[in-house]
């Protein structure tokens, strides 16, 4: 696919946006979690680590190199790795009380299962070596 690398690329970008939008609000407490910010939790920020390795991977997504896409691959299960561990722990209900799930926690799973298809599917130049 020609253009694969431009798209997982730009998937990186909208995945770091949706980590700073809300993906979960606890009304009981009146909370707004977002990648970001968890307080009154004991979330931490798992926006961090989709900024990390999705960053990561975004540069492995610009740059030409063989070991740099094989490489990718990895990046990108580990993405759909903690995108369902976030949807698992985020949306988790405790004593009865269950947080109302925001477009963006499910917006997490599916981007990471798109930047992980566009690892996939690298442009290589391969050349003929003579015999």
Request: charged share 10%; hydrophobic share 50%.
């Amino acid at each position: 696919m020609k253009h694969s690398q431009t798209i997982g690329a730009f998937l990186c970008l909208v995945l770091f946006y949706c980590t700073t939008q809300p993906l979960v609000i606890i009304d009981s407490q009146h909370l707004v979690i977002t990648g970001w910010k968890s307080v009154g939790t004991s979330f931490g920020q798992p926006g961090r680590f989709f900024a990390y390795i999705g960053g990561l991977s975004f540069i492995l997504f610009l740059l030409p190199y063989l070991w740099a896409k094989r490489f990718n691959v990895a990046l990108g299960a580990l993405l759909i790795a903690w995108a369902f561990r976030n949807f698992m722990v985020l949306s988790a209900c405790q004593m009865g009380d269950c947080p109302q799930k925001q477009w963006t926690l499910y917006a997490c799973i599916i981007i990471s299962i798109g930047i992980l298809i566009m690892t996939f599917l690298p442009k290589i130049n391969i050349s003929k070596s003579e015999a």
